[in-house]
């Protein structure tokens, strides 16, 4: 009888909590949140009735400067939400710029995704809502109807790291399986601090932006690999056995020499595997903060591999440290032999409120002095998405031309 009666108890609870489940759901299903309005301001809506207090934090609210390990940066700004009659809080924001536009609320403190917006993106270890709106500057990370690439997530091996897998995306462009005789050259393109293999795809919109300019005829078709640089870690968080653990900004073994000297299996693999061109003038390296650090010293220890290089929001006063340590070392000297080997393209670009900024004023001196010459780029904003999406976005039509 007791089983009876406690079978009986949790099926009526599993009811009951399914019964509350939907009607929350059916109470939040009538808010549009965010709504995007004819005149390209945008309402974000939130059902709180017994939240005293709720904020709409945003990248294109007014940005707050905060201290942090690497010195003062800008974060998202915060604004206060209006409370209604009907328990939900609301607020319109001025008219947005075309872009991807991320947000998040704060219920008396504690900080929420939006219920009413299935659209999110990771970085690091926060999850963002996001939208987007369209136009010139936009229009290129919106899936379009046009002829779609493939996107892999590939395991290779990397002996110099004492890993026999590791995992990186890979995206070849529409056609590449149609066309099993043509070859096509590789941009490399590296994350930065606390990212993965994940970032540049989800992140970046690098799909989204490949796809659209390859199909305008902008962009050569090229295979882009995106490999994880965390040396410690096999893949992405989930993504590989015993990977239960929270992201972290700072990672060990990403600027002491490791994923650079093991760049090389992964270029292994790539050109055993895909039909790529295998010369430095069909190879280009570009990546972000510590990626933009990754694609300097690669690019300068292996001169003969890599015709075109980018650096974003570059870490390029970054002391590397540990026993590769000679990977950063006599710089100087890596740079004249890569630039008399000659480089097609060595492209910068920054934003004006990065906090590395004066750290690339200073290597641009240097390059100045040594006449070496490079294509520099000067965005508004700090260290953020918006500006290595836009650095990307410019940097694909001038490779492999």
């Known amino acids: 009888m007791r089983k009876v009666l406690t079978v009986f108890a949790f099926s009526l609870w599993s009811v009951m909590n399914m019964a509350a489940q939907e009607t929350v759901a059916l109470n939040t299903g009538d808010i549009i949140s965010p709504k995007l309005n004819a005149n390209r301001t945008v309402t974000f809506s939130m059902l709180a009735p017994n939240a005293q207090k709720v904020q709409l934090e945003a990248d294109f609210l007014p940005k707050q400067i905060v201290e942090t390990s690497f010195g003062k940066m800008e974060a998202n700004g915060k604004a206060d939400m209006k409370k209604g009659t009907d328990g939900v809080w609301t607020y319109t924001s001025s008219v947005l710029t075309p872009e991807l536009h ?5 219920v008396d403190g504690i900080r929420m995704t939006d219920p009413n917006n299935v659209y999110m993106i990771r970085d690091i270890a926060t999850y963002t809502n996001y939208f987007l709106i369209d136009g010139e500057l936009s229009q290129n990370y919106f899936v379009r109807e046009v002829k779609h690439g493939t996107v892999s997530k590939v395991w290779y091996p990397s002996p110099k790291l004492g890993m026999k897998a590791r995992r990186m995306t890979v995206y070849t462009p529409a056609g590449y399986a149609d066309n099993p005789k043509r070859r096509y050259p590789v941009l490399y393109l590296l994350h930065g601090s ?12 690098a799909v989204q932006i490949l796809d659209n300019e390859i199909a305008q005829g902008k962009v050569e078709p090229m295979i882009v690999v995106m490999p994880n640089g965390n040396g410690t870690q096999e893949a992405a ?9 929270k992201p972290s900004f700072m990672n060990s073994r990403t600027m002491e020499g490791s994923f650079e000297v093991a760049f090389p299996d992964i270029m292994n693999y790539v050109e055993s595997h895909y039909r790529t061109v295998n010369d430095k003038n069909h190879r280009a390296i570009a990546g972000l903060s510590m990626g933009g650090f990754h694609a300097l010293y690669i ?10 290089v980018g650096l974003f929001s570059a870490a390029v006063n970054r002391e590397g440290k540990g026993e590769n340590s000679f990977i950063y070392q006599d710089l100087d000297k890596k740079l004249a032999t890569q630039f008399n080997h000659g480089v097609k393209l060595y492209f910068i670009g920054i934003g004006n409120g990065d906090f590395l900024y004066k750290d690339n004023v200073g290597f641009r001196k240097r390059l100045d002095k040594a006449g070496y010459k490079y294509t520099y780029m000067e965005t508004d904003g700090g260290h953020e998405w918006r500006n290595w999406r836009k650095y990307l976005n410019t940097l694909l039509p001038r490779l492999f031309k």
């Not at 606390?194 to 919109?205: C, V």
């Open 102 to 106: 991320t947000y998040c609320f704060y």
């Open 237 to 245: 968080p989930g993504e590989y056995p015993n990977s239960m653990y």
């Open 194 to 205: 606390g990212g993965d293999e994940n970032s540049w795809s989800e992140l970046g919109r």
């Open 299 to 308: 690019s300068a220890n292996y001169p003969d591999r890599f015709g075109y």
